[in-house]
């Protein structure tokens, strides 16, 4: 059974940091396109950042490049997302999702969301 549990959300003031963590098991995590995604109150599920399964792919949403950063431990089975310089509009549900790495489009598993607060 494929599990992703999200880890490292709260309440922060805007410019603050936070660093998520997802802790896979279940699956052969190298073999894992991992990513993180975010859905704030009223708006549709978004794309934050992904670290392919080879570890040399690499991609952020243009909303967040140059603040977030995502990284993997394949010996921990754990994807990270720091987050720095936040701000209000980054406040949403953060959700971490797996995609083998045959398959393209759509994820295969998805966490149950820590929530991320952004205090202005």
């Known amino acids: 059974q494929v599990q992703l549990v999200e880890s490292g959300g709260g309440l922060v003031q805007a410019g603050g940091s936070l660093r998520l963590s997802c802790a896979a098991s279940?699956?052969?995590?190298?073999?894992?396109?991992m990513a993180w995604f975010r859905q704030a109150p009223g708006k549709e599920r978004e794309f934050v950042a992904h670290?392919?399964?080879?570890?040399?792919?690499?991609s952020y949403a243009e909303s967040v490049k140059g603040r977030f950063t995502i990284s993997r431990d394949n010996a921990k089975n754990t994807v990270y997302l720091q987050m720095a310089s936040l701000k209000p509009e980054d406040t949403a549900v953060y959700y971490c999702?797996?995609?083998?790495?045959?398959?393209?489009?759509?994820?295969?598993?998805w966490g149950q969301g820590t929530q991320v607060t952004v205090s202005s």
């Open positions: 999702a797996a995609r083998r790495f045959t398959t393209s489009g759509e994820y295969d598993y």
């Open positions: 670290a392919g399964w080879g570890g040399n792919s690499r």
């Open positions: 279940g699956l052969t995590f190298r073999l894992y396109t």
